[in-house]
């Protein structure tokens, strides 16, 4: 921070001291802006007009006409405004600029004043006499306003406190905000909360006057003063050459600003409290939270988060969640001034008591920094990165903190690293959180490398996320005049966000792979603020012999304090930037939510319960919206929203925790997909009916809704972006059955591949292609549900459309052609992972039959998989049950004619809005050799020649 300049050569002494009985006039400060009718008297000398520059001394007496305004600055910091038809005289000065203490009082006699207290008022209160009452002022901002038999109005702006004595009694106020009125002739009263427009009425008095002219160097009014006559002196130069800084005691400002607004408050680098924009530091609580007017750019709320904030030996095997440890969760304050941030910290080291210490952290915003031997323990290296938004509505600035030998990190008992986050912004009032179209966010994982889902031990669940194999959406908004999913019993609409991830890197023995999605809403909380809430479900592979880990729980956007009563880090003045942190939102019909503070953990499958624990790190999202036109974007921007109904097909993997022997589904029957979009509730519903081809217990899967309870559990942003995580009852309890029988459990999550559009090249290799049409749309999806003690695992894709009617296909439509993909859960003797190759099918409508190949000559299956680095082709025969009379579905057996053998199911689907009955297939397979291999999924294609 500047220091500012205190003395010039005219007056370069160690200490002033001033007194009202002082025999020769001895300078104490300096006039910085002034508008005409401002009059100075000092004890020994004519009045004189006052201009930018002119000495101010002690005892000397300041009067303003109708139209006269006037600054001065003070040599240790402290300014007073004087508003119009105002007197006061300077009765002390005393500062010793060596030690920065000193006296300063004045007498008001009348008018309207603004005192910001320098380095002076740190260690003693500035007095004010007025014929009403006296007060005193410490480390703040206070406007007065004196009128001739009119009560005192006192209003606290900013500082330490501000005391008030009439009539032998005193009330003081140490909350920003407040204003004391005293009645001439009685006591004062209690501090009273000022409104919005009383405060502003008063800032009013300190505007500028426009008729005036100037340097064209703007002082506090908007002027720089002028002189009759048309002659202006050198103004600018007089200021330099007073000694006395043209800046502000702001530049002393204290280094915690905590008292403004409560706890958590931020100031970014362009507040200054010296100016009226003060003003909009003060909540108007009439205001109903709607802070368009009483809010700037320069205040900032938000949090620090240190160390370990989960308490360890807390894990809820139910929750998948960690109890908060509050004391690593600090309220505090700082100060953000260009590449600096100032805050202060309650900390201690080994065997000490913990002390409030201030850190200053010089760093580039967007770029990393790292620095050494802070005073938080000697020797540490701290390093990281942070951001500065351009419109200054929210930074962050998250590191690492690597102590030194024998110091541990923050007081957390351990001596390992320890990670911090801290971040603010100006929150999003209610009334500026919008309520229809589509935003996209793009989402920084600070401290991971998958969104929402928290490493453990530091080390990244898939170490190949962000090389080929890796799609990361962002995270989808479908805004709606109806913001809470839990009380508008009345309106199934819902505000719904969604956000996955898909990673398949490598193939066969060296594949990892992993899916992990987010969907939620925005919620009203009981508190009455919005919140961004929803539910994470994810499931990875770490390699393929691996076993897979189940990840998830609740997020949030973080509960912050204001002044006005928003309490969420929802940032910016359209819902901007939001930051997310590990709380789960609990819904019920009719009743605000609640939210728990938990952190998201980890689980490999099978683990006992005696050897899970949580992460005990720091998990935290931050949310940036999206304003590019990248491809993301612009799918959900233009997309359509349909309600409709699609079927087809799922196939996939299934491992249970009986003897971990891996099974699977798929290629058995007609369609067993069935899924719903409903653009009226933005909300998704779908079923697969999934039989075990091994054993043959039968599951019916549910996930999403679209009407009554929904506890955020789906989300359809556009016709080819949407997902769904498990459908649950208002009790949380899981919908889906096993055998006819409700499971224990279920966690799962299914969402379309518009939403995580995957290079196939990453585990298919050259020659394969995703298969994309607008009248179709397939997938992937996750689950683990629970019928006893064994858990059953599923890994699959799902495929689905319109199915054609019967009377659509005939054997005069001749043959046709149809290309795409197929995916498959592979389990083999090197593990389980995922395969996939071109897709081919030929069919001729006039016998009602056709041939199939899984795999081509250009893009065999399974490449570099178990079957051997070039992979397969798996190709047959294929009929219609109903005969060319109906020709809807198709099915027959497969082979490679190499021990692997199976059957495929499929369908015809309909491009409606074509009127095209026969534009795309697809359906399920699943193929085996009896022991070692066993394959199962979908496949997908369209029409040579059809635009999809």
Same mark, same amino acid.
């Given at each position: 921070?500047?220091?500012?300049?205190?003395?010039?050569?005219?007056?370069?002494?160690?200490?002033?001291?001033?007194?009202?009985?002082?025999?020769?006039?001895?300078?104490?400060?300096?006039?910085?802006?002034?508008?005409?009718?401002?009059?100075?008297?000092?004890?020994?000398?004519?009045?004189?007009?006052?201009?930018?520059?002119?000495?101010?001394?002690?005892?000397?007496?300041?009067?303003?006409?109708?139209?006269?305004?006037?600054?001065?600055?003070?040599?240790?910091?402290?300014?007073?405004?004087?508003?119009?038809?105002?007197?006061?005289?300077?009765?002390?000065?005393?500062?010793?600029?060596?030690?920065?203490?000193?006296?300063?009082?004045?007498?008001?006699?009348?008018?309207?004043?603004?005192?910001?207290?320098?380095?002076?008022?740190?260690?003693?209160?500035?007095?004010?006499?007025?014929?009403?009452?006296?007060?005193?002022?410490?480390?703040?901002?206070?406007?007065?306003?004196?009128?001739?038999?009119?009560?005192?109005?006192?209003?606290?702006?900013?500082?330490?406190?501000?005391?008030?004595?009439?009539?032998?009694?005193?009330?003081?106020?140490?909350?920003?905000?407040?204003?004391?009125?005293?009645?001439?002739?009685?006591?004062?009263?209690?501090?009273?909360?000022?409104?919005?427009?009383?405060?502003?009425?008063?800032?009013?008095?300190?505007?500028?006057?426009?008729?005036?002219?100037?340097?064209?160097?703007?002082?506090?009014?908007?002027?720089?003063?002028?002189?009759?006559?048309?002659?202006?002196?050198?103004?600018?130069?007089?200021?330099?050459?007073?000694?006395?800084?043209?800046?502000?005691?702001?530049?002393?400002?204290?280094?915690?600003?905590?008292?403004?607004?409560?706890?958590?408050?931020?100031?970014?680098?362009?507040?200054?409290?010296?100016?009226?924009?003060?003003?909009?530091?003060?909540?108007?609580?009439?205001?109903?939270?709607?802070?368009?007017?009483?809010?700037?750019?320069?205040?900032?709320?938000?949090?620090?988060?240190?160390?370990?904030?989960?308490?360890?030996?807390?894990?809820?095997?139910?929750?998948?969640?960690?109890?908060?440890?509050?004391?690593?969760?600090?309220?505090?304050?700082?100060?953000?001034?260009?590449?600096?941030?100032?805050?202060?910290?309650?900390?201690?080291?080994?065997?000490?008591?913990?002390?409030?210490?201030?850190?200053?952290?010089?760093?580039?915003?967007?770029?990393?920094?790292?620095?050494?031997?802070?005073?938080?323990?000697?020797?540490?290296?701290?390093?990281?990165?942070?951001?500065?938004?351009?419109?200054?509505?929210?930074?962050?600035?998250?590191?690492?903190?690597?102590?030194?030998?024998?110091?541990?990190?923050?007081?957390?008992?351990?001596?390992?690293?320890?990670?911090?986050?801290?971040?603010?912004?100006?929150?999003?009032?209610?009334?500026?959180?919008?309520?229809?179209?589509?935003?996209?966010?793009?989402?920084?994982?600070?401290?991971?490398?998958?969104?929402?889902?928290?490493?453990?031990?530091?080390?990244?669940?898939?170490?190949?996320?962000?090389?080929?194999?890796?799609?990361?959406?962002?995270?989808?908004?479908?805004?709606?005049?109806?913001?809470?999913?839990?009380?508008?019993?009345?309106?199934?609409?819902?505000?719904?966000?969604?956000?996955?991830?898909?990673?398949?890197?490598?193939?066969?023995?060296?594949?990892?792979?992993? =899916?992990? %999605?987010? +969907? @939620? /809403?925005?919620?009203?909380?009981?508190?009455?603020?919005?919140?961004? *809430?929803? #539910?994470?479900? !994810?499931?990875?592979?770490?390699?393929?012999?691996?076993?897979?880990?189940?990840?998830?729980?609740?997020?949030?956007?973080?509960?912050?304090?204001?002044?006005?009563?928003?309490?969420?880090?929802?940032?910016?003045?359209?819902?901007?930037?939001?930051?997310?942190?590990?709380?789960?939102?609990?819904?019920?019909?009719?009743?605000?939510?609640?939210?728990?503070?938990?952190?998201?953990?980890?689980?490999?499958?099978?683990?006992?319960?005696?050897?899970?624990?949580?992460?005990?790190?720091?998990?935290?999202?931050?949310?940036?919206?999206?304003?590019?036109?990248?491809?993301?974007?612009?799918?959900?921007?233009?997309?359509?929203?349909?309600?409709?109904? =699609?079927? %087809?097909? +799922? @196939? /996939?993997?299934?491992?249970?925790?009986?003897?971990?022997?891996?099974? *699977?589904? #798929?290629?058995? !029957?007609?369609?067993?997909?069935?899924?719903?979009?409903?653009?009226?509730?933005?909300?998704?519903?779908?079923?697969?009916?999934?039989?075990?081809?091994?054993?043959?217990?039968?599951?019916?899967?549910?996930?999403?809704?679209?009407?009554?309870?929904?506890?955020?559990?789906?989300?359809?942003?556009?016709?080819?972006?949407?997902?769904?995580?498990?459908?649950?009852?208002?009790?949380?309890?899981?919908?889906?059955?096993?055998?006819?029988?409700?499971?224990?459990?279920?966690?799962?999550?299914?969402?379309?591949?518009?939403?995580?559009?995957?290079?196939?090249?990453?585990?298919?290799?050259?020659?394969?292609?995703?298969?994309?049409?607008?009248?179709?749309?397939? %997938?992937?999806?996750? /689950?683990?549900?629970?019928?006893?003690?064994?858990?059953?695992?599923?890994?699959?894709?799902?495929?689905?459309?319109?199915?054609?009617?019967?009377?659509?296909?005939?054997?005069?439509?001749?043959?046709?052609?149809?290309?795409?993909?197929?995916?498959?859960?592979?389990?083999?003797?090197?593990?389980?992972?995922?395969?996939?190759?071109?897709?081919?099918?030929?069919?001729?409508?006039?016998?009602?039959?056709?041939?199939?190949?899984?795999?081509?000559?250009?893009?065999?299956?399974?490449?570099?998989?178990?079957?051997?680095?070039?992979?397969?082709?798996?190709?047959?025969?294929?009929?219609?049950?109903?005969?060319?009379?109906?020709?809807?579905?198709?099915?027959?057996?497969?082979?490679?004619?190499?021990?692997?053998?199976?059957?495929?199911?499929?369908?015809?689907?309909?491009?409606?809005?074509?009127?095209?009955?026969?534009?795309?297939?697809?359906?399920?397979?699943?193929?085996?050799?009896?022991?070692?291999?066993?394959?199962?999924?979908?496949?997908?294609?369209?029409?040579?020649?059809?635009?999809?």
């Amino acid at each position: 921070m500047c220091k500012p300049r205190l003395w010039g050569a005219a007056i370069a002494m160690t200490t002033v001291l001033v007194a009202a009985t002082a025999h020769a006039d001895v300078k104490v400060g300096v006039t910085a802006a002034v508008n005409p009718q401002a009059i100075g008297q000092p004890p020994t000398e004519p009045e004189r007009m006052l201009l930018v520059g002119s000495d101010n001394f002690a005892n000397e007496k300041i009067t303003t006409g109708p139209e006269g305004q006037a600054q001065l600055l003070f040599l240790d910091g402290s300014s007073i405004s004087v508003g119009p038809s105002a007197n006061l005289t300077i009765d002390q000065y005393v500062y010793d600029t060596d030690k920065k203490v000193g006296k300063f009082a004045i007498s008001a006699a009348q008018g309207v004043f603004k005192l910001v207290g320098g380095a002076i008022s740190k260690t003693e209160e500035i007095v004010i006499k007025t014929p009403v009452a006296t007060a005193g002022i410490r480390g703040g901002i206070a406007n007065f306003d004196a009128q001739p038999g009119q009560p005192l109005h006192a209003q606290f702006l900013f500082g330490t406190s501000l005391r008030v004595t009439a009539q032998g009694v005193t009330q003081e106020v140490t909350r920003p905000g407040f204003e004391i009125l005293v009645v001439p002739g009685q006591p004062p009263g209690s501090p009273v909360r000022m409104t919005t427009a009383e405060v502003r009425g008063s800032f009013s008095q300190f505007q500028g006057r426009s008729r005036m002219s100037g340097s064209g160097q703007p002082g506090q009014f908007g002027q720089t003063g002028g002189q009759a006559g048309g002659q202006e002196p050198p103004q600018d130069q007089a200021l330099v050459q007073s000694g006395v800084s043209s800046s502000t005691g702001s530049n002393q400002a204290p280094s915690t600003l905590s008292t403004v607004g409560g706890p958590n408050v931020f100031f970014n680098g362009g507040f200054n409290p010296n100016t009226n924009t003060i003003i909009q530091n003060i909540i108007d609580p009439a205001s109903n939270g709607n802070l368009t007017n009483s809010l700037a750019a320069g205040t900032l709320y938000g949090h620090f988060y240190c160390c370990s904030p989960f308490l360890d030996g807390t894990f809820n095997t139910s929750t998948l969640a960690a109890t908060p440890d509050t004391t690593n969760n600090f309220t505090f304050s700082a100060q953000l001034t260009g590449s600096n941030v100032t805050f202060t910290l309650p900390v201690s080291g080994s065997g000490q008591t913990a002390q409030n210490q201030t850190f200053n952290f010089p760093y580039t915003p967007g770029s990393p920094f790292s620095f050494s031997n802070l005073a938080l323990l000697s020797g540490d290296t701290i390093s990281g990165t942070g951001l500065v938004t351009p419109d200054s509505q929210f930074f962050y600035i998250f590191g690492q903190d690597t102590p030194a030998p024998g110091n541990n990190c923050g007081g957390n008992g351990g001596g390992g690293d320890c990670k911090f986050g801290l971040f603010a912004g100006v929150p999003t009032p209610q009334s500026q959180i919008p309520t229809s179209g589509v935003s996209t966010y793009n989402i920084d994982p600070i401290f991971d490398t998958i969104p929402f889902v928290h490493t453990s031990g530091g080390s990244p669940l898939l170490s190949n996320v962000g090389g080929p194999g890796t799609a990361i959406s962002p995270l989808f908004v479908r805004w709606s005049p109806v913001l809470d999913p839990a009380l508008a019993a009345n309106n199934p609409q819902r505000a719904v966000i969604l956000q996955a991830s898909l990673v398949i890197s490598g193939t066969g023995a060296n594949q990892q792979s992993g =899916l992990f %999605g987010v +969907t @939620g /809403g925005f919620f009203q909380e009981a508190n009455s603020t919005i919140s961004m *809430g929803g #539910g994470l479900i !994810g499931y990875a592979l770490p390699c393929a012999t691996c076993p897979s880990v189940r990840v998830g729980s609740g997020i949030a956007s973080a509960q912050i304090s204001t002044p006005s009563g928003l309490g969420n880090a929802i940032y910016g003045p359209n819902a901007n930037y939001i930051v997310a942190v590990p709380d789960i939102m609990n819904a019920s019909p009719g009743n605000p939510n609640t939210r728990t503070p938990a952190e998201q953990i980890q689980i490999p499958f099978g683990t006992p319960a005696s050897q899970q624990a949580n992460n005990g790190d720091i998990f935290v999202n931050v949310l940036t919206q999206n304003a590019s036109t990248s491809s993301a974007t612009q799918l959900a921007a233009n997309g359509t929203q349909t309600s409709q109904t =699609l079927v %087809g097909y +799922t @196939g /996939g993997g299934i491992t249970s925790t009986s003897g971990m022997s891996p099974s *699977g589904f #798929g290629g058995a !029957g007609g369609p067993n997909v069935s899924i719903t979009t409903d653009a009226t509730s933005n909300r998704v519903q779908a079923s697969f009916t999934v039989t075990d081809v091994l054993n043959g217990t039968n599951y019916g899967l549910q996930f999403g809704s679209t009407s009554g309870f929904n506890d955020g559990r789906s989300a359809f942003i556009t016709d080819q972006v949407f997902g769904a995580r498990d459908a649950v009852t208002t009790s949380g309890g899981p919908v889906s059955t096993i055998n006819g029988s409700t499971a224990n459990f279920s966690r799962m999550f299914m969402v379309s591949a518009a939403t995580v559009p995957i290079d196939f090249t990453s585990f298919a290799g050259p020659g394969v292609t995703a298969c994309t049409c607008s009248f179709m749309q397939w %997938g992937w999806w996750i /689950g683990e549900v629970d019928p006893t003690s064994a858990q059953n695992r599923f890994l699959g894709t799902w495929v689905a459309g319109t199915l054609p009617g019967a009377g659509q296909i005939s054997p005069a439509l001749g043959s046709a052609t149809f290309n795409g993909h197929a995916i498959a859960t592979v389990s083999s003797n090197v593990g389980q992972y995922i395969a996939a190759g071109a897709y081919y099918q030929y069919w001729n409508f006039g016998t009602a039959s056709g041939t199939v190949s899984i795999g081509t000559a250009t893009g065999p299956f399974d490449r570099g998989g178990a079957l051997g680095a070039g992979g397969t082709m798996i190709t047959g025969a294929i009929s219609a049950p109903g005969g060319t009379g109906n020709q809807v579905n198709f099915n027959g057996g497969i082979s490679n004619g190499s021990g692997v053998s199976g059957n495929l199911t499929g369908s015809f689907f309909a491009n409606v809005k074509t009127a095209d009955p026969i534009a795309g297939v697809g359906g399920s397979f699943a193929v085996t050799n009896g022991s070692t291999y066993k394959a199962a999924g979908t496949f997908a294609g369209c029409r040579a020649g059809t635009p999809c």
